[in-house]
């Protein structure tokens, strides 16, 4: 049997049996007969979590074949996708029928289903309230521990879909989920390379005055690229000029993600060069501006391998925090940015932004580095300012010091029990943080 590797290599697993349902019969069919056996069932989409979230240990099944979109109700602003349909294929379909979500992840390498259970959740604005994926879930179909199927709306089953939009894969199969769509809009992206204090003092002022805000600070150094991203009216003429393919070839590939490799790379081998060699890719940022259909300017292709550990914290404590971040990357030497996005307050119970507006603060290394030592000493700092970590990503959280974090644990857990006694969708990471 082939080994599993997860995107960024840190995980691996060997699992007994693959499988690759064609529909939801078959998954049903492969969770009952896993049942009899006793065997543990882990779907595994990209592989894109760098935590072990997704890590099987008896039936790794692919949802490969579970991909497209079911059904589109304009009236109701819905569409109905099946789970294993790829965030980038997904942007594509809902652009051709002129619809969009109206936020996203800044990756689409993510199945749905993935995506949504693990809490991606993109950055917004809190002017207008936007918030990750899971939030814009209206409905879903789960199979069960015991392959019984749900259907969960607001109206059928609420419980089940209040928690299972981020269920970490604990609570069933996803095969099918229902989002909120809109109709397609564009976005206006304009990057600038900022001071620190400048980044940090306008903070408030912007997250108020615009949709989407990404900020990237150059360790080693006080520059900061800013990348601010607004919707275009509809109708109106573009503030800037939709990127040429050609053009975002060269913007991207070989200045932003050739320089990014060729930097990071370097500063892994020496990491005394950290703050000169950031302080010319900080030269090479910024200066960008270009307009696009919303998932194009949300979205990037990650070229560049490294390992990332995220928190959010809550929003009154990003100074704090960030103060915290900058001085250990500094004592660490380390040459890949670090990446600060912010949300509104959701109200999915296993979201770091329940219940509060919330700073996501991201560390990176390349691949090629130990993360452990730089990453422990940020997730000690975040968590003392009551920062929860984002579960695709690296952590050591347990399940004893996530209960007081969440205040809808015990609900979680409590659901966990009904739908799957059994521990069918169990693995090692979930035993550690929502306990056996």
């Known amino acids: 049997m082939s080994t599993w590797q997860n995107w960024a290599g840190l995980e691996t697993a060997t699992p007994v049996r693959v499988e690759h349902p064609a529909d939801e019969a078959a998954v049903v069919a492969l969770v009952r007969r896993a049942a009899r056996t006793g065997a543990r069932v882990k779907v595994v989409g990209s592989g894109h979590s760098f935590s072990a979230v997704a890590a099987p240990e008896d039936t790794l099944v692919r949802p490969d074949r579970l991909s497209g979109i079911l059904a589109v109700d304009r009236a109701a602003g819905t569409v109905e996708v099946l789970a294993g349909t790829p965030l980038h294929v997904l942007g594509d379909d809902l652009a051709r029928l002129g619809l969009s979500l109206s936020n996203l992840g800044d990756i689409d390498a993510q199945t749905l289903a993935g995506a949504i259970s693990t809490g991606t959740h993109g950055t917004g604005g809190h002017g207008r309230g936007l918030a990750g994926l899971a939030t814009q879930v209206v409905g879903l179909r789960l199979v069960t521990g015991d392959g019984t199927v749900l259907r969960a709306t607001p109206d059928h089953h609420a419980d089940v879909l209040d928690h299972a939009r981020l269920g970490l894969g604990a609570l069933g199969v996803l095969t099918a989920v229902t989002l909120a769509v809109e109709p397609a809009f564009r976005l206006s992206a304009v990057e600038e390379v900022v001071g620190w204090d400048t980044m940090l003092g306008g903070m408030a002022e912007r997250l108020a005055a615009h949709d989407h805000v990404d900020t990237y600070w150059f360790p080693g150094t006080d520059r900061c690229l800013l990348r601010i991203s607004d919707r275009v009216p509809a109708g109106g003429p573009d503030p800037s000029p939709v990127p040429s393919a050609r053009e975002r070839l060269v913007a991207d590939e070989l200045l932003a993600y050739g320089a990014l490799g060729v930097a990071t790379a370097l500063t892994a081998r020496v990491p005394r060069l950290a703050g000169p060699v950031n302080r010319v890719v900080g030269r090479l940022a910024g200066g960008r501006a270009y307009t696009d259909t919303s998932h194009r300017v949300l979205t990037s292709t990650r070229r560049v391998r490294f390992r990332e550990m995220e928190h959010g914290v809550p929003m009154a404590a990003a100074a704090e925090a960030l103060a915290a971040v900058r001085a250990i990357a500094d004592r660490h030497r380390v040459g890949f940015p670090v990446e ?30 130990d993360h452990a030592p730089y990453f422990a000493e940020v997730e000690t700092a975040l968590a003392a300012l009551d920062g929860r970590p984002h579960w695709g990503k690296v952590h050591r959280r347990q399940a004893a010091d996530l209960a007081p974090a969440y205040p809808r644990f015990a609900d979680f857990l409590a659901l966990r029990d009904r739908l799957d006694p059994q521990r069918m969708f169990a693995n090692a990471y979930l035993r550690r943080v929502l306990g056996p």
């Open 340 to 369: 600060v996005r912010s949300a509104g307050a959701e109200d999915v119970p296993l979201s770091p932004a329940y219940g509060r507006e919330t700073c996501y603060v991201a560390v990176h290394v390349h691949r090629s580095v």
